[in-house]
């Protein structure tokens, strides 16, 4: 099964929903031309994303 995965903004938050399936999501910030990997969801739930 696939790993499924939405984004929902509400006043300025935004709330990251993972259906993990058995994978993972991963979070990634652009530092310059670089990627840097800031967070991995392996389980299902609604993760707080402070991004910025």
């Keep these: 099964m ?5 984004i929902q903004r509400y006043m300025g938050q935004t709330m990251l929903i993972v259906k ?5 999501v991963t979070v990634e910030k652009q ?3 670089s990627w840097v990997v800031t967070d991995t969801f ?5 993760y707080l994303l402070q991004l910025g």
């Design 42 to 46: 392996t389980a299902d739930g609604g």
């Design 31 to 33: 530092a310059g031309e």
């Design 2 to 6: 696939a790993t499924k995965q939405s």
């Design 20 to 24: 993990a399936n058995g994978g993972s």
